[in-house]
């Protein structure tokens, strides 16, 4: 069954830290893997996309790494602001196919 | 670009009623899903449509939920009769293209659902 599973569950840091976030699958066959971050009572959004022969992918102080050999996945936050608290979610594509599998997210508290 | 509009934003209804979600797209893209999201289950896959015209809609829990594309600017999403365990925020996305790499998905911002 495809699963992607996401470690911690939620995580509070002071601003200015950095943290890192992650995500493992067993989605087979593999097309991408998207994180989202999801602002309370908002819809998620993009943060980025890596498929199969990406490493590396960066946004601004988002940072996404990808291992395909071991289905994991990270994202490091660097220097964390208060906007940054949200919940990220770990999405992955399987090849050929519209369905996304979620992870159930990691609630992420910036405080001051 | 206003990006996925859905409406309303909170609904709160009585348990039996009907109750309609409804969804814009963004202009152009031909693929529609309609997704609900619990604390339990986070977020899950009700129905897909592509160029209006339901593909897959294993995900629907039951008969009690519905969900139609009349057009390529609109979609709903309807329960009838309504239960409190739908209780559940409810998002609509759009893609410009269905299941390839590189193509986002546009989530809407929810439909928040309290049925009592």
């Known amino acids: 069954k495809n699963q992607v599973e996401q470690s911690p569950q939620s995580l509070i840091i002071l601003e200015g830290k950095n943290c890192t976030l992650q995500c493992n699958y067993t989605v087979s066959p593999f097309s991408n893997l998207r994180w989202y971050k999801q602002d309370t009572g908002r819809g998620p959004v993009s943060l980025t996309i890596?498929?199969?022969?990406?490493n590396t992918k960066s946004n601004g102080r988002y940072t996404a790494t990808l291992d395909a050999d071991t289905k994991q996945s990270s994202l490091h936050i660097t220097a964390s602001q208060l906007s940054d608290s949200a919940s990220y979610i770990c999405v992955v594509n399987g090849a050929g196919s519209y369905q996304l599998t979620f992870g159930k997210g990691t609630k992420l508290s910036v405080i001051p | 670009d206003a990006g996925v509009i859905q409406s309303p934003r909170h609904e709160v209804t009585e348990m039996g009623q009907e109750v309609t979600l409804r969804c814009k797209p963004i202009s152009g893209h031909n693929s529609l899903f309609w997704y609900r999201q619990t604390m339990m289950r986070g977020l899950e896959l009700l129905i897909y449509?592509?160029?209006?015209?339901?593909?897959?809609d294993s995900g629907m829990p039951e008969d009690r939920f519905s969900a139609k594309m009349p057009n390529a600017s609109f979609s709903t999403l309807k329960i009838q009769p309504s239960e409190p365990r739908d209780s559940a925020v409810y998002f609509c996305?759009?893609?410009?293209?269905?299941?390839?790499?590189?193509?986002?998905?546009?989530f809407g911002s929810g439909t928040r659902l309290t049925v009592v």
């Open positions: 890596m498929t199969f022969s990406e």
């Open positions: 996305a759009s893609s410009p293209q269905t299941g390839l790499a590189n193509y986002g998905y546009t």
């Open positions: 449509f592509n160029n209006n015209v339901p593909i897959d």
